[in-house]
């Protein structure tokens, strides 16, 4: 169930067209440029287990033709996630095998069927079947070797993700029972439980002016030394600065483009269909079938419908519209409504399929003519069927037109012949379907204004010049704003497969598109270093490297800097204020009165993993207890001081010891959450793509 398995197996299956059982894919590959190695060489290694670079690059290359042709994800990108999810694997597959952890093929199936995976499932609904059905389907010795080949491929693939998944979770578990509460920790967790009812008057720190705070050298030493561990590094990063100048089509070029799009909008309007722009090779088009209600508009589901495509609707057949570009967005849209159909929106088909000569499919075919319920000749080895679900139906429009139209003609309910060759046919009859609806075909022309070769030797030019007339790093950093660039600080490691990407609460936020080849040059230059200018369609880059961190970064890092500056600013903020107000009443609206605030009230829990007020001050008014009640106590948070009172208290609850203990457990050591760091730091890992990606 390696990584390096389930890559070499990965087959993009774009439609799945399923009838009784007989289902064809239509496979589609986008090949793609993968960024080859140059070396045959390590790419990672693994404890003592070795990733070789010829076998990564293959799968570096399977990973990038399974990405949607439209994709715009870097090579550089593809290549650190898929090396650090075949990382993991390894360091899964490591520790698991010596702990002698299996998933075993009966607890895969079992949740294969119990719990699918969500291309199982989406397969599974637009089919009308159920999980059980397919697995049955996929495993019939009587069913065409071609017609399931790809989807045993593709289910085995998934059965190899989740046998992973439930080894993880073995392991997640096996981890969790090696953590022990003792006596203290279970004291402690059910304290944690108890919440305590306060009011409380605070300032911030923020109501104190910088300027009247003075952060001194050893005072920042001091804090460093401090909080060191928190700028600990796994390993050897840089700190650059550069320059990108984006790539966009100057005042001329969206002149020229405005003429260009004039021209196609009429040729859209004023022939029939899209033959007016048909052979125009600087548009691209595509298309949908789409309803007044549908919420699916060109790959953008959407709670309402885009006015502009609701007006083309309710226009009728040729009405034409196009949507003009937005901030730095390139592209002009037009669209068009081509035509328009009636016929039955979604569909229930109870399907029959029957193996063998043309004699027994028409024999077959008279009994269901005839009547004979389906239910009556399932058993026979020669046929199988299928029954509709009601509670999934498909939509009529995805089918081919041949298939929609006998749909359409045999609505009331008559067999029908689905397809037939001398092998074998299905016979099909409509069971439940939604009454017939406006169906509206709908094109769109995409013309895309990109700068003309002009611009770009012009901005090439400049920005040439501008490192032509500041050699030294000081002066490329400190003349760049006069000069009208931007430059932009980051700290880099060997894993930065873009410059400019961000951690957010979504995951990691795409930076500068194909920037790998400048992480690579910084990591090979010296601090001082200016490189030559990077050149790629949307932006030109320059970078600049400043210094080499080893093992932490230093005190002297501007981003570190400020960290430690707001941090003893507001300590001292903090002894200032408790100076100031400390003895000067004897309840919370007393102090509120003096701090010139309003009297707030919150509940606090220890245990709880958001409070009202800050962790340090709620965790110390927990800390207290009971003692804590009726007496105001002044404290010193990390942004502001806070006189607090408890008021009552809700007593911890009676729970069973070992109930506690497992809640401790949970509480400080959430293992699954945790099991990939946790890997990552079980043995000692080398990501060696710096050199080759």
């Known amino acids: 169930m390696a990584a390096l398995e389930k890559i070499r197996k990965r087959a993009v299956i774009l439609t799945i067209v399923i009838g009784a059982g007989l289902l064809a894919f239509i496979l589609e590959e986008a090949v793609r440029a993968s960024g080859a190695f140059t070396t045959d060489t390590l790419a990672a290694k693994v404890g003592d287990e070795k990733i070789e670079m010829q076998e990564f690059q293959n799968l570096s290359q399977m990973r990038q033709q399974a990405q949607d042709p439209d994709s715009k994800t870097d090579a550089a990108v593809i290549q650190q996630q898929l090396l650090q999810e075949v990382i993991q694997e390894k360091l899964l597959t490591q520790e698991c095998d010596e702990a002698n952890i299996i998933a075993s093929g009966s607890e895969v199936s079992e949740l294969m069927i119990k719990n699918p995976p969500q291309a199982i499932q989406q397969i599974c609904q637009q089919n009308g079947m159920t999980p059980r059905d397919l697995l049955d389907f996929i495993n019939n010795p009587n069913a065409d070797p071609q017609s399931v080949q790809q989807l045993r491929v593709m289910y085995e693939q998934e059965a190899q993700k989740m046998a992973t998944q439930l080894m993880q979770a073995k392991l997640g578990m096996l981890l969790m029972g090696c953590l022990q509460a003792n006596d203290i920790d279970i004291a402690l967790t059910k304290e944690e439980s108890a919440v305590y009812d306060v009011t409380y008057a605070k300032v911030d720190y923020a109501t104190i002016d910088d300027s009247k705070v003075k952060v001194t050298d050893a005072d920042l030493k001091e804090a460093y030394d401090k909080y060191k561990e928190l700028f600990k590094l796994d390993d050897e990063s840089r700190r650059v600065h550069y320059i990108k100048v984006d790539v966009d089509p100057s005042a001329k070029d969206k002149a020229v483009a405005g003429k260009a799009i004039e021209k196609i909008f009429a040729d859209l309007q004023g022939k029939p269909g899209i033959s007016g722009i048909r052979s125009n090779s600087d548009v691209v088009l595509d298309s949908l079938t789409t309803t007044q209600n549908d919420k699916q508009m060109f790959g953008a589901k959407v709670e309402n419908k885009d006015e502009m495509i609701k007006n083309l609707i309710a226009a009728g057949v040729n009405s034409c519209d196009k949507k003009d570009p937005v901030g730095r967005d390139r592209n002009t849209f037009m669209y068009k409504v081509t035509s328009s159909y009636q016929s039955i929106d979604s569909v229930g088909l109870d399907m029959v399929l029957v193996q063998g000569p043309k004699a027994r499919q028409d024999s077959v075919l008279a009994l269901l003519e005839g009547g004979m319920s ?12 299928q029954k509709s679900n009601p509670q999934q139906l498909a939509r009529a429009f995805q089918f081919p037109d041949s298939l929609r139209n006998k749909i359409n003609a045999n609505a009331s309910g008559s067999f029908f012949t689905w397809q037939a060759n001398n092998d074998g046919a299905i016979f099909a009859k409509v069971a439940k379907s939604n009454p017939a609806i406006t169906f509206y075909n709908i094109a769109r022309a995409r013309y895309t204004d990109y700068p003309s070769e002009a611009t770009k030797t012009q901005l090439q030019n400049d920005l040439q010049k501008y490192l032509n007339k500041n050699k030294e790093i000081g002066a490329f950093e400190k003349n760049a704003k006069a000069a009208h660039y931007e430059i932009v600080e980051e700290v880099i490691t060997p894993a930065t497969s873009q410059l400019g990407a961000q951690q957010s609460q979504f995951g990691m936020m795409p930076g500068i598109p194909r920037s790998r080849e400048a992480v690579k040059w910084a990591f090979a230059s010296k601090p001082g270093s200016i490189s030559q200018i ?3 369609d949307n932006a030109l880059l320059v970078v600049a490297v400043d210094e080499v961190y080893k093992d932490y970064i230093p005190m002297t890092d501007p981003t570190v800097k400020q960290q430690l500056t707001d941090l003893v600013k507001n300590e001292k903020k903090g002894e200032m204020l408790m100076k100031q107000y400390k003895g000067k009443a004897n309840d919370v609206a007393g102090y509120a009165a003096v701090m010139k605030c309003n009297v707030d009230s919150a509940s606090v829990s220890m245990g709880a993993p958001q409070q009202m ?19 105001v106590q002044l404290i010193a948070g990390r942004n502001a001081i806070y006189a607090v009172q408890v008021n009552g208290t809700t007593p911890a ?13 949970q509480q400080n050591f959430p293992v699954q959450q945790m099991l990939g760091a946790i890997l990552q730091g079980s043995r000692k890992v080398k990501n060696n793509l710096i050199k080759f990606s």
């Not at 010891?657 to 497992?662: D, E, F, G, N, R």
Request: net charge positive; aromatic share 4%.
């Open 653 to 665: 609850r009676e729970l069973p010891k070992q109930q506690i203990a497992m809640q401790y457990r």
């Open 374 to 385: 389906i239910d009556s000749i399932a058993g026979n080895p020669n046929i199988q069927i």
């Open 534 to 536: 990077f050149i790629d």
């Open 613 to 631: 007020l800050e962790g340090k001050v709620a965790g110390l008014i927990a800390g207290l207890g009971n003692k804590a009640q009726g007496k």
